[in-house]
């Protein structure tokens, strides 16, 4: 009886390194964190100013702030769980520290590969490479690749597509 693989071997069964994201991307991340925490940690704040319900209201703002600055504690290490890993028929993506996602993107059924840039990942230089599928579920989103990174990518992986389309 042969030994089942491991999940790693499973996972990377053709020799290659992972490839990470750009570290500025935590920059991008962070701020998002930032913003969101802000926004949620006041809008949190409006039943306790509103209805006057006593002091226990006020532990929510509390609660939601702590929880943002967890969040933003943790970029870093979030961000740098992020990575991809170009196969012989797929591309591998990975991230999540706690709840950890694999996601196999065969490259016959890749439909679109697309590149998307916000204010500030661009004034970082950054951006952001998506990859749909027929299925909802493979749909990969790559932040924080440097721009000349997720062209080469892009246009890799449209070649790749167009030579191993599948059923089509």
């Known amino acids: 009886m042969t030994d089942a693989p491991t999940a790693s071997a499973r996972l990377d069964p053709v020799p290659g ?8 991307y935590i920059v991008v991340d962070l701020i998002g964190n ?32 702590v929880v943002s600055l967890v969040l933003v ?7 740098r769980s ?16 706690m709840f950890q996602r694999f996601v196999a993107v065969p490259f016959g059924r890749m439909q679109l590969v697309d ?3 916000g204010p500030l990942a661009r004034s970082l230089g950054l951006a952001e490479l998506k990859l749909v599928t027929a299925a909802a579920a493979t749909g990969v989103v790559i ?16 070649a790749l597509a167009e030579t191993r389309r599948a059923g089509l």
């Open 143 to 158: 932040p924080g690749l440097a721009l000349d990174d997720a062209e080469r990518l892009r246009d890799h992986l449209v």
């Open 115 to 117: 590149i998307t840039r």
């Open 34 to 65: 930032l913003v969101s925490g802000v926004i949620a940690t006041a809008a949190s704040t409006l039943p306790a100013w509103l209805f006057q319900w006593g002091v226990w209201w006020w532990l929510l703002p509390v609660a939601v702030g």
């Open 17 to 24: 390194e992972w490839q990470r994201v750009s570290p500025k």
């Open 82 to 97: 992020i990575g991809y890993l170009l196969r012989e028929d797929d591309l591998l993506f990975r991230r999540g520290i």
């Open 73 to 79: 504690a943790l970029t870093p290490r979030r961000v």
